[in-house]
């Protein structure tokens, strides 16, 4: 058959975000490939139209063999290990996959005339500016993954001044919803708190709970960062992406609580080091992209109650791959 519309490649397909966002690219009518390497991802998060291959952004032989086979005409590029706390004890890991990978990428899309790079960054690239995040703000970032998607963004920005290619970057901030990884320790809060509901286990909160961050559905996310290449205006430029509304964790864990149905008891242990408001200003997405009604919160974490508890208890995989045990929250210890 043939398609009109270009060959697509999303790095990450089979992990949250991105197998949403290969889904929307489906239905924009692209032919998708998924590129993964099921660290974080799974197989089955995979739409079933998608050509998927189980490989690494760091296998440079690989890349250059899918780009000449599929002649890729964009890449999405949502690879990536992304734990900001835990990135602090895993610095080579975190910027082998995080920053080598994605100049991997770079050179291959810049060697094959690649019309759109769309990389997803991160707020954290903002580290200690003050909430709400704007574009505008000069970045400050506080941990080595915030560091790492930071150079990605620059580089992306020398590669298009010396070699003309195309991207657009997004921040997208603690985006939730069905297909995350509830079944990891380190990141995505919304998560961990519906997996150890269902284990009916406590609520851990590092510090009062009282930091604040914009919980962002999926779906306020990758409709937008999918049809982000039919909008050339928006080549070049960098989007926040994501909720408006900020709420405390103490918040987030009484609505979780309320979505699954259920009580448990929440623990406070030490505060990490980390920002305690990060929450982002979406002005120029909107600008860029018009208006579009919001998912709340509520209604968001209800639609992912709902397939949590059909996909049920995530056992946590362990990470095997830390660097540096010096000041490391003891939490994060291996469970024996």
Known sequence: MHNSKGQVLITGGAGFIGSHVARELLLLGYPVVVLDDLSGGFKENVPAQVTFIEGSVNDVQLLEKLFTQYRFEYVFHL??????GLSHFIKR???T???IGSVNLINES???NIKCFVFTSSIAVYGENQAPLNEEMVPMPQDSYGIAKLAVEMELKISCKMFG???????PHNVYGENQNIGDKFRNVVGIFMNNIMKNSSLVIYGDGEQTRG????????PLIARSIEFPQCYGEIFNIGADEPYTVNELAQAVMKAMNAKVEIV??????????????????RKFFGRREHVSLQEGLSQMAQWAQK??????????????YKSLPSVWLKEQ
Not at 268 to 285: F, I, L, S, T
């Open 97 to 99: 996959n995080n920053v």
């Open 311 to 324: 996909a049920g208890i995530r056992k946590i995989k362990e990470f095997d791959s830390i660097e540096i």
């Open 165 to 171: 290619l195309n991207y657009i970057v997004f921040r």
């Open 110 to 112: 810049v060697k094959n």
């Open 79 to 84: 690879a990536a290990y992304a734990a900001e």
């Open 268 to 285: 406070h242990v030490d505060a990490r080091n980390e920002v305690k408001h990060a929450y982002a200003d979406h002005d120029k997405v």
């Open 215 to 222: 919980f962002s559905h999926i779906s306020d996310v990758a």
């Open 93 to 95: 890991f975190n910027y």
